[in-house]
């Protein structure tokens, strides 16, 4: 099946930091990604949809400045958290469409934990 | 936001048990469903899906039901084994380009 990798795993970083975080498709490509956010048990709240080489969408209350979206290629697309504060820990997770194969079905990332201190 | 207070559904099932989860999704409009198993740490792997012309889909130990009628999916798990402890999420979309909306989730513990 399609693979999806996220990169760092885990991060700790100090308030008032910027933190990147990648997502690639390992073996597909992808015109589309998203971006996801899991607070303790709770579910995937959808972030953003990014696309290949135009700007992400992003969804009611998510703040475009502070969460940095780039999808410069059909294989990447990498999340900046600017001045992260302690509220911005969370687990992030993004996912991406092989629309090859399906236009609905989305892999997921295993995901990337946030701690800000 | 952030829905502070919320704890997860739980569900414990006996090893050998069959296991049914259940999932009200929301929007009417929505016509493919997907289940997605979560383990602790990990993001979600995908299990099953169903379109809204089925009632129903069949997998290894697992199958899937879905009412239109009352906006009801369910999951069942057969002979449920320790490894299918994890939470369950089910999720729903409408057909084309558009994203995924998880539902609350389940965590299912198996006990052996």
């Known amino acids: 099946g399609a693979v999806v990798s996220q990169h760092p795993s885990r991060v700790i970083c100090k308030s008032g930091t910027s933190v990147k975080i990648e997502c690639r498709s390992l073996?597909?490509?992808?015109?589309?990604m998203f971006w996801y956010r899991q607070f303790p048990k709770q579910s995937l709240m959808l972030m953003a949809t990014?696309?290949?080489?135009?700007?992400?969408?992003?969804e009611q209350g998510v703040e475009k400045d502070k969460f940095l979206i780039n999808h410069a290629s059909l294989t990447l697309s990498t999340l900046t958290v600017t001045s992260a504060h302690p509220e911005d820990s969370s687990f992030y997770i993004c996912?991406?469409?092989?629309?090859?194969?399906?236009?609905?079905?989305?892999?997921f990332g295993p995901g990337t934990r946030l701690l800000v201190l | 936001g952030e829905n502070v207070g919320l704890h997860l559904p739980t569900l414990s099932v006996q090893e050998g048990d069959n296991s049914i989860i259940n999932c009200a999704y929301s929007?009417?409009?929505?016509?493919?469903f997907i289940w997605y198993k979560q383990e602790s740490g990990k993001g979600p792997q995908f299990i099953i899906d169903?379109?809204?012309?089925?009632d129903k889909r069949q997998g290894q130990r697992v199958t899937v039901l879905l009412n239109k009628t009352v906006k009801h999916l369910s999951l069942q798990i057969a002979a449920t084994q320790p490894g299918d402890s994890a939470v369950y999420f089910c999720?729903?979309?409408?057909?084309?380009?558009?994203?995924?909306?998880f539902g609350k989730g389940t965590r299912l513990s198996v006990i052996a």
């Open positions: 169903i379109r809204s012309n089925m």
């Open positions: 999720a729903e979309t409408i057909s084309g380009n558009t994203p995924l909306v």
């Open positions: 073996d597909f490509q992808a015109t589309t």
């Open positions: 996912s991406a469409r092989d629309q090859e194969v399906s236009q609905e079905t989305q892999y």
């Open positions: 990014s696309n290949e080489g135009s700007k992400a969408t992003y």
């Open positions: 929007n009417s409009a929505s016509d493919y």
